[in-house]
């Protein structure tokens, strides 16, 4: 009897297993089905050796946000309800991101916003802060739902010609983005240094900083984010300071806000402010950065939760950078508007020219004014860094060391950078001159990194049910059109004004 009752057992937990395994058979069918075909997720990565693929980030090295229980609830589409605890956890990506409307690049461009235009192209900040963010939350978006960021996905949907020629217009946007950051850092350390540093010196000194500020990342991703919330912190400290001790008009604050104008005289101020404001190596980097939490991209609910937090973050990253451009602007706009300064003011001379004004007391402008610009150039200087990692491997597919893509990428860049500086060194109008041709230079490549985007988020192929609907296109069709409108005038206002 005792044998028949076991053999009686055993039939029964038999039949159990086959039922548990074809019930996850056909859970996994199901949840295949709702994987975008270029998803890491859809196929097997492997090498040919072996040896698992290196990911932009390691699985031990990503946030963990979400619990055993949901994890475990492949295929759910359920959005849980909001979470301060998960916004925390999510919060990091858009900080990096949000640096990049924060450079030396973008206050050059608002200082002389401020001095040449006054008040009146604050709406025109506004607006492109505003179309930043959509770019961003698509780039987000793609990366999360696919799990791998642009240039990853443009080696895989383009021919090898195209992707060399994106892979190249890429590194050459990142260049000159990347030359007004170390030359910011260098004019910032100059400053504090009371002149005793020259700008070469400084080149120097950002190019091996930046390497010590990356292996922080060894002891955890947020530790570095942490990094980058201590630098925004200190550029909004230093120009609200500004901003509070220069006293500006609320009046004209406001109408600058609200009520749009442009003059013959402002537009190439106008055509500056937007094409500091988008930057194409940021529409890359954003896409990885996202990736740095553990996300279940077969689980829609967890991607779609995601996407939600990322908006969130984004958002109020951004209007951090909003506020913080908009103090630039009004404070140059309060001091040198309408003054002979105006049309000679830069990031060389702004602090000279500030002392002047303002004198020195317990905190010296000027060097508030440098304190400001070394964070702006140190915290874009490092995310530069990141970008070009992200970009060379993600359209080379070069499986080496981290360590030794970030010497690379940053090596490409110090080279140009300093050679500007011992170029340059003997005149500041030939510095700010520069910058300004750097941003004009960097709006025309914008296209090759929008156009890739905004293909590939509206490809079904691609992102499955989270691709974009018809109204988003249309909408971001026009955007594209004024953009490709705002490239012509950057090709062609500056030639006639300096002819």
């Not at 999510?90 to 991101?97: E, Q, S």
């Not at 000279?352 to 010296?364: H, S």
């Not at 890739?452 to 192929?461: A, D, G, N, Q, R």
């Amino acid at each position: 009897m005792n044998t028949q009752s076991q053999q009686q057992q055993q039939q029964g937990q038999y039949k159990k297993r086959e039922f548990k395994e074809e019930e996850e058979n056909r859970l996994l069918q199901s949840d295949c089905e709702t994987i975008p075909l270029s998803s890491p997720h859809s196929s097997p990565l492997t090498l040919d050796d072996g040896n698992a693929e290196d990911f932009i980030y390691a699985a031990k090295d990503k946030v963990q946000i979400f619990d055993v229980e949901s994890v475990s609830a492949t295929g759910s589409t359920a959005v849980p309800p909001f979470s301060w605890k998960k916004l925390w956890l999510f919060t990091g990506p858009g900080l990096l991101m949000s640096v990049a409307f924060l450079d030396p690049g973008n206050l050059e461009g608002d200082l002389q916003a401020g001095a040449i235009a006054g008040y009146s192209l604050l709406w025109l900040l506004m607006w492109s802060t505003i179309m930043g963010l959509l770019i961003q939350l698509l780039s987000a978006r793609l990366g999360v739902a696919t799990g791998r960021h642009l240039a990853e996905l443009c080696r895989e949907e383009y021919s090898n010609w195209a992707r060399l020629v994106l892979w190249f217009l890429a590194e050459l946007a990142l260049i000159a983005a990347d030359i007004q950051e170390v030359i910011g850092s260098a004019i910032a350390i100059k400053i504090l240094s009371h002149g005793i540093l020259p700008i070469w010196a400084g080149v120097v000194i950002t190019a091996f900083d930046c390497f010590f500020f990356l292996f922080l990342e060894n002891y955890g991703v947020r530790k570095l984010e942490g990094v980058f919330a201590i630098f925004i912190g200190t550029m909004a400290f230093s120009f609200a300071w500004m901003f509070f001790d220069t006293n500006p008009s609320e009046e004209e604050l406001m109408m600058g806000l609200l009520i749009p104008r442009v003059s013959s005289k402002t537009l190439r101020q106008a055509v500056e402010i937007v094409g500091c404001v988008i930057t194409p190596h940021n529409v890359f980097l954003h896409s990885a950065l996202v990736q740095s939490r553990d996300i279940d991209i077969r689980n829609k609910g967890q991607v779609q939760e995601a996407i939600n937090y990322y908006t969130i973050e984004s958002s109020i990253a951004l209007l951090v950078t909003l506020v913080i451009n908009l103090f630039v602007i009004t404070v140059f706009a309060r001091v040198f508007y309408g003054t002979e300064q105006a049309n000679g003011i830069g990031l060389v001379n702004a602090g000279q020219y500030l002392e002047e004004r303002y004198g020195g007391g317990l905190f010296p402008i000027l060097y508030i004014w440098g304190i400001g610009l070394l964070a702006a150039g140190q915290s874009s200087t490092i995310t530069g860094t990141y970008a070009g990692q992200f970009i060379t491997e993600g359209f080379l597919k070069l499986n080496i060391k981290k360590w030794l893509r970030a010497l690379i990428t940053r090596s490409c860049a110090i080279v140009p950078t300093m050679i500007v500086a011992i170029v340059f060194n003997t005149s500041e109008g030939s510095l700010d001159t520069l910058n300004e041709w750097l941003n004009v230079l960097q709006a025309i490549q914008i296209p090759f990194a929008l156009i890739p985007l905004l293909t590939l988020v509206s490809k079904e192929e691609v992102m499955g049910s989270f691709r974009i609907g018809p109204i988003v296109e249309s909408a971001l069709a026009l955007q594209h059109g004024l953009h490709s409108l705002h490239i012509l005038l950057n090709i062609v206002v500056p030639f006639l004004l300096f002819w």
